[in-house]
């Protein structure tokens, strides 16, 4: 298993990072919470890490802190059918504090609102996760995340990297581009990718 990776970030992008370890490029995927703390491009990072293997994929994925991959860890192990990238829509939308309190508090509603997530898994989600952060929670306290293809004319790269970060946490490209040009346009136009991505997702 590999616990963490530290060297230099040699790309960011809003779901993903490239560091490079000793000459090696390690592309880790991240939910939008960490890769909106990640460092600037050219600084070193560390990321706790986890590998996801399957028979014809090795897949790794990068939290910022430990508390946020145990409850990657809970999300995909101890609920039935949420896999690697639907625990990460969660962990872009709600962060570790803000899905504890859902579990624990069965808000139904907040958890509906992760790309991907319907009523019965969300309500499965709780039925199964309740009793393991009742006994080990995560955090202390609650907190929310107020989180291109073709024919995409007229946009910045700023735009365009923002749509496709949406439509990966599983919105439809129609929507995706109704939410960054809301946002983009009572932004002043001076946004970074990540802090469009946030204001798309309010």
């Not at 014809?56 to 994925?61: G, K, M, N, R, W």
């Not at 499965?124 to 952060?133: G, H, I, N, P, Q």
Request: contains cysteine; glycine residues 8%.
């Amino acid at each position: 298993m590999i616990a963490f990776v530290e060297g230099v970030l040699e790309e960011s992008q809003p779901l993903s990072a490239i560091v490079n370890v000793n000459g090696v490029g390690y592309h880790v995927h991240l939910s939008l919470n960490s890769s909106t703390k990640l460092p600037s491009v050219g600084n070193r990072v560390k990321l706790n890490t986890l590998l996801v293997v399957r028979e014809d994929s090795q897949t790794l994925y990068g939290f910022i802190d430990l508390s946020e991959r145990s409850a990657f860890v809970a999300l995909t192990e101890k609920v039935s059918g949420i896999g690697p990238k639907i625990a990460l829509n969660i962990l872009s939308r709600l962060n570790v504090r803000a899905l504890q309190e859902a579990v624990t508090q069965q808000n139904v509603q907040l958890l509906t609102q992760c790309p991907g997530i319907g009523k019965k898994t969300a309500e499965r989600l709780v039925l199964e996760l309740k009793d393991v952060f009742a006994k080990s929670p995560l955090v202390d306290a609650p907190g929310l995340v107020t989180m291109p293809d073709a024919g995409l004319t007229g946009l910045s790269k700023t735009q365009e990297d923002a749509i496709a970060a949406l439509t990966t946490l599983g919105f439809k490209q129609a929507d995706a581009l109704k939410r960054v040009e809301k946002a983009w346009k009572g932004s002043g136009e001076e946004m970074t990718v990540e802090q469009l991505i946030k204001s798309a997702l309010s």
